[in-house]
């Protein structure tokens, strides 16, 4: 088993907390306030990973043998970005554009360790079969999916009755890909 620098987690979601539990990895939490607005000229991708480390560099006062760990996970399809919903509408919204298509899910992850940033990112895939807006309406009323990008969670009902196929990592998709995150900690 590899044994890796103490980590800070710079995030509140409680589905990258369960991933790092489950990769059996030691972490604190830190929550630092960070605009995440971004350049219009920036592909996906780029975005992804842009917020990543402006999350990072607001630990630039770590010293020592700490990694801080920062992700950013986004929804894109046909070359327009979903972030997280501002009401219920909009999330409703946003699952009507998603049903019956095939998205991509991008997430940035930015490792800040001995001042130097260390990023990367992964994309999913994600196809969803047509959802009814009985559907959609439901799902948004009961999970309340605010502090989504794309308005839904995968482990959530909308997710586990509604997604057909996914071409890539699931955790991606939950919100931290760990099978790259491993390898990025491994060659620190």
Wanted: glycine content about 6%; proline content about 4%.
């Amino acid at each position: 088993m590899n044994k890796f620098p103490p980590i800070i987690l710079a995030s509140k979601s409680p589905r990258r907390q369960e991933l790092l539990k489950l990769m059996d990895l030691d972490f604190r939490i830190v929550l630092k306030e960070v605009d995440e607005s971004y350049p219009d000229n920036l592909m996906p991708e780029e975005i992804a990973v842009y917020i990543a480390q402006k999350k990072a560099a607001a630990f630039d006062e770590i010293v020592g043998n700490e990694v801080v760990l920062t992700a950013d996970t986004i929804v894109s399809i046909d070359g327009h970005i979903l972030g997280k919903p501002e009401t219920e509408e909009h999330a409703i919204e946003m699952l009507q554009l998603l049903s019956g298509k095939v998205h991509q899910v991008i997430t940035g992850v930015c490792l800040f360790y001995k001042h130097q940033y260390h990023s990367f990112y992964d994309v999913s895939d994600v196809t969803f079969r047509t959802l009814t807006a009985d559907e959609i309406t439901n799902y948004v009323t009961k999970y309340k999916p605010m502090d989504k990008a794309g308005s839904y969670g995968i482990q959530e009902w909308v997710g586990v009755t509604g997604i057909v196929k996914i071409n890539g990592s699931y955790t991606n998709v939950v919100g931290l890909p760990t099978e790259k995150l491993h390898q990025a900690l491994v060659r620190l």
